[in-house]
């Protein structure tokens, strides 16, 4: 065999390109020219390179943006359009976006596009590493094949691993850097050159797996499982507020018994599930299961059940209005936070869209703020700009929906907010979880209070 992993053991001279700069590649391009290790940035979104060379980055993660700051000028962060950039690389690694349809269907436009556009550029001894997320035996049927169609073998002439990625926004530069990588290899060269690589290129731990059809479950199931848990939450929290029965005293209590080698681990209740990756995993696995004569009931259960959590919020609002002498048709709700999570201004796929659709069906007016969205991005999806300040979007409303439980949101004076807001004032509590003693003290203050099963 030619593909010897022996050589990536260091990473002295190493040089790494990357397909695909979104959000994962950007992470790990960052991750790698920090330490030492020589990046090349490869997307054919122009805007995307420009922005590189110049400095900036437009991914809202924060430390991201002062990384690329630093970067920038440097040999070791360099952008282009051009694929043939990949001919100098040792390692080769593809991110680059693989979106599911309206109806769940996984398109592989773009990944086939970028590995057609490898096959024609590879050179012997060089190893690929696929990090998008795809159904298993992906890698193997139709990523290999592509990229032997310039005429090399993998794990003769290159090697070729799945590396599923495994990052949460809000801390992925901190979880590059730490979190092991779940190998799986084309084949015992492949799955050892792709340890070596991380161990060397990162200081991370490898998790070895037999075949890369099973990392690429890895990366399904781990989503399937966090989407599932979250509907249990949510589900829970619908029950408990027949009771009047705080739900997160419920799941501090139930997450105390030991179970297996841990304890039950049942995660908390919000307006909703958003994302690039929990609201699209699970269906990759459900229509791949189907395909192969299997039914993965819970997937579809899990996900329905999700969402239907941004109506389920919005109903919540104007039942709480009513109660308190409110005509939903002509209230006012400021939302604070549009983001789809905590401390990101991320709004792909955000659980708030379904909120503010609801309420303004109900006839609300709804002044959005988020100092952590790009405004034209929260115009683009909400139909409206935000409001410039705090101040804007809380004068006068009669209730503040706090949706994404930023920092800033979390420590929200809500004091000196009484003489802007009409009192008494409705405070929802999407996900910010407030304490006890917090509620009780917005209660003091003449506020009304609830959340999700609270």
Same mark, same amino acid.
């Given at each position: 065999?030619?593909?010897?992993?022996?050589?990536?053991?260091?990473?002295?001279?190493?040089?790494?390109?990357?397909?695909?700069?979104?959000?994962?590649?950007?992470?790990?391009?960052?991750?790698?020219?920090?330490?030492?290790?020589?990046?090349?940035?490869?997307?054919?979104?122009?805007?995307?390179?420009?922005?590189?060379?110049?400095?900036?980055?437009?991914?809202?993660?924060?430390?991201?943006?002062?990384?690329?700051?630093?970067?920038?000028?440097?040999?070791?962060?360099?952008?282009?359009?051009?694929?043939?950039?990949?001919?100098?690389?040792?390692?080769?690694?593809?991110?680059?976006?693989?979106?599911?349809?309206?109806?769940?269907?996984?398109?592989?436009?773009?990944?086939?596009?970028?590995?057609?556009?490898?096959?024609?550029?590879?050179?012997?001894?060089?190893?690929?590493?696929?990090?998008?997320?795809?159904?298993?035996?992906?890698?193997?049927?139709?990523?290999?094949?592509?990229?032997?169609?310039?005429?090399?073998?993998?794990?003769?002439?290159?090697?070729?691993?799945?590396?599923?990625?495994?990052?949460?926004?809000?801390?992925?530069? #901190?979880? +590059?850097?730490?979190?092991?990588? @779940?190998?799986? /290899?084309?084949? &015992?060269? %492949? *799955?050892?050159? !792709?340890?070596?690589?991380?161990?060397?290129?990162?200081?991370?731990?490898?998790?070895?797996?037999?075949?890369?059809?099973?990392?690429?479950?890895?990366?399904?199931?781990?989503?399937?499982?966090?989407?599932?848990?979250?509907?249990?939450?949510?589900?829970?929290?619908?029950?408990?507020?027949?009771?009047?029965?705080?739900?997160?005293?419920?799941?501090?209590?139930?997450?105390?018994?030991?179970?297996?080698?841990?304890?039950?681990?049942?995660?908390?209740?919000?307006?909703?599930?958003?994302?690039?990756?929990?609201?699209?995993?699970?269906?990759?696995?459900?229509?791949?299961?189907?395909?192969?004569?299997?039914?993965?009931?819970?997937?579809?259960?899990?996900?329905?059940?999700?969402?239907?959590?941004?109506?389920?919020? #919005?109903? +919540?609002?104007?039942?709480?209005? @009513?109660?308190? /002498?409110?005509? &939903?048709? %002509? *209230?006012?709700? !400021?939302?604070?936070?549009?983001?789809?999570?905590?401390?990101?201004?991320?709004?792909?796929?955000?659980?708030?869209?379904?909120?503010?659709?609801?309420?303004?069906?109900?006839?609300?007016?709804?002044?959005?703020?988020?100092?952590?969205?790009?405004?034209?991005?929260?115009?683009?999806?909400?139909?409206?700009?935000?409001?410039?300040?705090?101040?804007?979007?809380?004068?006068?409303?009669?209730?503040?929906?706090?949706?994404?439980?930023?920092?800033?949101?979390?420590?929200?004076?809500?004091?000196?907010?009484?003489?802007?807001?009409?009192?008494?004032?409705?405070?929802?509590?999407?996900?910010?979880?407030?304490?006890?003693?917090?509620?009780?003290?917005?209660?003091?203050?003449?506020?009304?209070?609830?959340?999700?099963?609270?």
């Amino acid at each position: 065999m030619r593909f010897l992993p022996g050589s990536l053991e260091s990473t002295t001279g190493l040089r790494v390109a990357i397909i695909g700069f979104g959000y994962v590649g950007s992470c790990l391009g960052v991750a790698l020219a920090e330490r030492g290790i020589s990046v090349v940035a490869i997307d054919r979104d122009k805007a995307t390179i420009e922005a590189l060379r110049a400095g900036r980055c437009r991914i809202p993660e924060p430390g991201l943006a002062d990384a690329v700051v630093r970067l920038a000028g440097s040999p070791l962060l360099r952008a282009t359009t051009s694929y043939r950039a990949v001919r100098d690389a040792d390692v080769v690694i593809i991110t680059v976006d693989t979106p599911v349809d309206e109806h769940g269907a996984l398109q592989t436009s773009q990944l086939t596009d970028a590995c057609q556009r490898l096959g024609g550029l590879l050179r012997a001894g060089q190893l690929v590493i696929l990090k998008s997320t795809v159904p298993p035996g992906t890698t193997r049927t139709l990523v290999a094949p592509l990229l032997e169609s310039g005429g090399l073998v993998h794990e003769v002439d290159f090697g070729l691993a799945f590396c599923p990625e495994r990052l949460a926004e809000g801390g992925a530069l #901190a979880q +590059v850097r730490q979190l092991p990588v @779940v190998v799986g /290899g084309c084949g &015992p060269d %492949s *799955a050892a050159a !792709a340890a070596r690589f991380w161990t060397a290129a990162l200081g991370v731990r490898a998790i070895p797996m037999p075949t890369p059809e099973a990392a690429e479950i890895v990366k399904l199931a781990t989503n399937w499982w966090i989407d599932a848990n979250v509907a249990i939450a949510n589900e829970l929290a619908r029950y408990c507020s027949a009771f009047g029965v705080d739900v997160l005293d419920v799941i501090a209590s139930a997450n105390s018994l030991p179970k297996g080698d841990s304890r039950v681990n049942i995660l908390l209740p919000s307006i909703g599930v958003g994302g690039p990756c929990l609201t699209k995993d699970p269906w990759i696995a459900w229509h791949d299961a189907r395909d192969r004569g299997v039914e993965l009931k819970t997937v579809a259960t899990a996900r329905r059940t999700n969402d239907d959590m941004p109506a389920y919020a #919005a109903g +919540v609002i104007y039942d709480e209005l @009513v109660k308190l /002498g409110r005509d &939903p048709a %002509s *209230a006012r709700v !400021a939302v604070l936070g549009v983001a789809f999570k905590n401390d990101t201004g991320d709004l792909r796929r955000t659980p708030v869209r379904g909120v503010v659709d609801a309420l303004r069906a109900y006839g609300m007016q709804v002044r959005l703020y988020d100092h952590l969205a790009d405004p034209q991005q929260v115009r683009a999806c909400f139909g409206e700009p935000p409001a410039g300040s705090l101040a804007e979007a809380v004068d006068g409303v009669d209730c503040v929906a706090v949706l994404a439980a930023h920092r800033r949101f979390r420590e929200l004076d809500f004091a000196a907010l009484r003489d802007a807001v009409a009192m008494p004032c409705l405070v929802f509590d999407g996900r910010a979880y407030y304490r006890p003693e917090r509620i009780d003290q917005l209660r003091a203050l003449g506020y009304s209070y609830r959340g999700i099963g609270r």
